[in-house]
């Protein structure tokens, strides 16, 4: 199953994350043992016994072979209907039973006699049925002898598996359905209600990583919904702790994702939960952290955005998350490493209000003394009214823009005036 509503913020489009749990089909499963009576009166395994089972209510057959024990499985089974099920083995007398409700009774032990390994079909049955006569049945102790302690101990082994089985069943429905009902929060704007479910489902299953990664999602819809509207920094204040919160959420997703992926090599993800969706919800949650000046831990943000890179293969996308990765290098003082990467994405991607943005506050903050660097201090201001003149006034930076040209040319008039030497106060390093 998965769910594709759509938020956004800061003209970026944020995806609910794919479900990972999957409704189980109802289904049942068939197991026993055959045996054939020997001269001595024991019974004897019979491996590559034929079972066949066909199901009665409306046409169904399905067939399955004994193992060296004498014993059959087959998982998969309609839960409802009614069955007949047949077996026959070589040197063996063939036998039925009918009626059988596998969802009721999902273990059915067999006796043979010895015979002469013919085997009955669906209509020879019926004849036996409507007449009186023919094959003999048996099930378990109906065909002769008393049940050993053996088949009592095996019989009593395949009713606690399937109870197990069962009780999975149970669990991952209940599952479903609060993933379910979270999905529909959400995609209503009912984010504390959302929230709240998937906390169920945390507490129901703390390593199922599906339900810290929808939280993460809906944190991170609440959060920008609150930063937009915020009127005052208060507001704005909450709405960085959702998304603190969203970046702590979608790290405990992945740990889980990758314990899980290494639990279980080769297996198939469901849609939605490979690695590359859960690294590009990781770095989204970091991103839109850095954005609005979120404390989150930088180093931290630096490897989300490089692993995410790693594996996107839509260009576009990862420009985008290159843009992030320099600020998150900035922001973590590696200040030449982040104009090399913002230059690098304007390279491919003159247009880039991100990197534009970004590299005007790398370069301007590099700069130590304004006399002599003043080429930078110019190239950091080109950089930001390019900024300004393309982004549109909703856009969170605009005003920090606006502030930086302004301080970048105070700082320039000031290095070329002739003034009394002194210390020139600057104010703190901006995030780009």
């Known amino acids: 199953m998965q769910v594709k509503p759509f938020f956004r913020a800061f003209a970026v489009a944020v995806t609910l994350a794919a479900l990972s749990v999957v409704a189980s089909a109802q289904v049942a499963q068939l197991s026993g043992k055959v045996t054939l009576k020997q001269a ?3 019974e004897a395994p019979v491996p590559n016994a034929v079972v066949d089972i066909y199901r009665t209510d409306i046409s169904g057959k399905w ?18 209907g009614t069955f007949t099920i047949t077996v026959s083995a070589p040197n063996a007398q063939p036998t039925f039973t009918s009626k059988v409700r596998v969802s009721q009774n999902p273990v059915q032990n067999f006796t043979l006699n010895p015979g002469d390994g013919t085997r009955l079909t669906l209509d020879d049955i019926k004849k036996f049925e409507a007449g009186g006569g023919g094959a003999a049945a048996s099930t378990g102790a109906a065909a002769g002898g008393r049940e050993s302690a053996e088949d009592k101990a095996y019989k009593e082994e395949l009713a606690r598996r399937a109870k197990e089985i069962e009780e999975q069943k149970t669990k991952i429905a209940s599952l479903n359905t609060l993933v379910t009902s979270g999905n529909e929060a959400f995609k209503a704007k009912k984010y504390d209600e959302a929230v709240r479910i998937f906390d169920q489902g945390i507490a129901a299953a703390p390593d199922e990583p599906v339900f810290y990664r929808n939280k993460a999602v809906v944190l991170r819809a609440r959060a920008v919904d609150q930063y937009n509207a915020a009127k005052d920094p208060a507001a704005r204040a909450a709405a960085r702790e959702g998304l603190k919160a969203s970046v702590e959420n979608i790290e405990k997703a992945y740990q889980l994702f990758r314990e899980h992926a290494s639990k279980n090599p080769g297996t198939a993800p469901t849609p939605g939960s490979d690695e590359l969706s859960h690294l590009a919800d990781r770095q989204e949650s970091y991103r839109l952290a850095l954005m609005t000046n979120t404390a989150v831990d930088t180093q931290a943000a630096v490897k989300a955005f490089q692993e995410y890179i790693a594996v996107e293969t839509d260009e576009t996308k990862k420009m985008r998350a290159q843009s992030s990765l320099g600020e998150s290098l900035f922001q973590s003082g590696q200040v030449d490493e ?3 990467k913002f230059r690098e994405v304007l390279a491919g991607s003159p247009n880039n209000l991100d990197a534009m943005y970004g590299l005007g506050i790398a370069l301007a903050a590099k700069v130590e003394d304004a006399t002599k660097d003043a080429a930078v201090l110019r190239e950091a201001r080109d950089l930001m009214q390019n900024f300004i003149s393309k982004a549109p006034d909703t856009h969170p930076k605009k005003q920090d823009a606006l502030a930086s ?7 320039m008039k000031s290095a070329s005036a002739p003034r009394p030497s002194e210390e020139r106060s600057r104010p703190a390093r901006r995030r780009p």
């Open 63 to 80: 067939q399955v072979k004994t193992n060296n024990k004498g014993e059959y499985l087959h998982a998969g089974l309609p839960f409802i």
């Open 405 to 411: 040209v302004q301080y970048i040319e105070d700082t």
């Open 338 to 340: 982040a104009i090399a």
């Open 40 to 42: 001595d009166g024991t």
